[in-house]
């Protein structure tokens, strides 16, 4: 059972990027799931949260240009990051939680290999 992240890159600031994490061992339809960052030298921190209904959560600071979403058939989460920001730049998770969804990172139980966004000036 893992979680497989991809998707991210280099691009400029106010570009778009959009990354995914691929599931694979079982289906993941009815846990929550969730994608964190991480910065060089700063605490992990919650971007987005989806439940298995669909019910939404956001960052304050990234509320309004990133979307979290997830495609059941495919068995795969996406995090569609518009007007990217340098402060964006990160190493980006997803995770999945037995709980509805969660915004909490103990929460999380499973986690993905993490992948970089670099936002240039």
């Known amino acids: 059972v893992q979680l497989q992240a991809s998707g991210g890159g280099l691009v400029q600031a106010g570009g778009s990027l959009r990354l995914s994490c691929a599931a694979s061992?079982?289906?993941?339809?009815?846990?929550?799931m969730g994608w964190f960052r991480q910065a060089p030298g700063k605490e992990r921190e919650f971007v987005a949260g989806?439940?298995?209904?669909?019910?939404?959560s956001y960052a304050d600071s990234v509320k309004g240009r990133f979307t979290i979403s997830r495609d059941n058939a495919k068995n795969t989460v996406y995090l569609q990051m518009n007007s990217l920001k340098t402060e964006d730049t990160a190493v980006y998770f997803c995770a999945a939680t037995p709980n509805y969804s969660s915004s909490t990172k103990s929460d999380y139980i499973l986690w993905g290999q993490g992948t970089l966004v670099t936002v240039s000036s």
């Open positions: 061992g079982r289906t993941f339809r009815r846990n929550g």
């Open positions: 989806l439940s298995w209904n669909e019910d939404t």
